[in-house]
């Protein structure tokens, strides 16, 4: 409550997501919102939308999903319709390591899941190649946030 009347309800983000998810702590939200940036990316809206059209479509479907379920599963319906809206298959995914579907139900699936062993490939989606390398660095905690922001900086 408080933290809307200081910055004002529209600029509250209610759960600031970092390497580890949901933070408890306000202030990475608080960082981003003085920023006017985004708080799931840390980027500015108006730069996200400018660089979806630079993404594969796999990787624009999954942001569109993403804020929509996060990782929860919905409708195999649901993610059909916007597979064809984005010009993808949802089987295609499946097979880049991106989703599960199963009995008519379709998720992203979480950094955890992810293939242990991987490499990659030439035909993996934006989407699997930034994942990886924020699951290693959530491996190392604070290091790891460290290394993000750093990364974001010199970019």
Known sequence: MLLEQILGASH????ALTLKGPATDTKPALRLTQRGLDCKTGMHPQILSEQEGEF????????????QYQYKAASYGEAETLSKAKNTSIQGMVDAGMLEAVSGKVRLLKREELLTDWV?????????ITQYPIRELAKLGDRGEIARDLAYRYR
Do not use: Q, Y
């Open 56 to 67: 594969d479509s796999d990787t624009r479907w999954a942001l569109t999903w993403f804020e």
């Open 120 to 128: 990659p490939k030439d035909n993996v989606p934006d989407w699997g």
């Open 12 to 15: 509250i983000c209610v759960a």
